[in-house]
């Protein structure tokens, strides 16, 4: 079984910054992919960005190229979205999710991925 808990998550001015941290345990397969969706009010939830364990690609939606960097620390085994230039519609909750490989690359899909995390709530003001 598989545990992913998020953290890093508070409130922020737009144009600040937050870094996001994902702690996984258990056991994964050899190649897979871990993800950031997020969840606004009253919106469904949407794919940010992913990054593909056992490689090095990256995965980012429109919305958040160029100002959010997915990573990750393998001896900590932990992922981390670095979050720049914050704007208020950033403001979701961000769930950390894992197991999301389709088709040789990483899926945008919720429903690709088994793992997921509790979530860490991002509130960027204006």
């Known amino acids: 079984q598989v545990q992913l808990v998020e953290s890093g998550g508070g409130s922020v001015q737009a144009g600040g910054s937050l870094r996001l941290s994902c702690a996984a345990s258990g056991r994964m397969f050899s190649s897979y992919c871990m993800g950031w969706f997020r969840q606004a009010p009253g919106k469904e939830r949407e794919w940010v960005a992913a990054?593909?364990?056992?490689?090095?690609?990256?995965y980012y939606a429109d919305s958040v190229k160029g100002r959010f960097t997915v990573s990750r620390d393998n001896a900590k085994n932990t992922l981390y979205l670095q979050m720049n230039s914050l704007k208020p519609e950033d403001t979701a909750m961000y769930y950390c999710?894992?197991?999301?490989?389709?088709?040789?690359?990483?899926?945008?899909?919720?429903?690709?991925?088994?793992?997921w995390g509790q979530g860490t709530q991002v509130t960027v003001s204006s």
């Open positions: 990054l593909f364990i056992g490689g090095s690609s990256t």
């Open positions: 999710a894992a197991d999301g490989l389709y088709g040789g690359t990483c899926s945008k899909a919720e429903n690709d991925y088994t793992y």
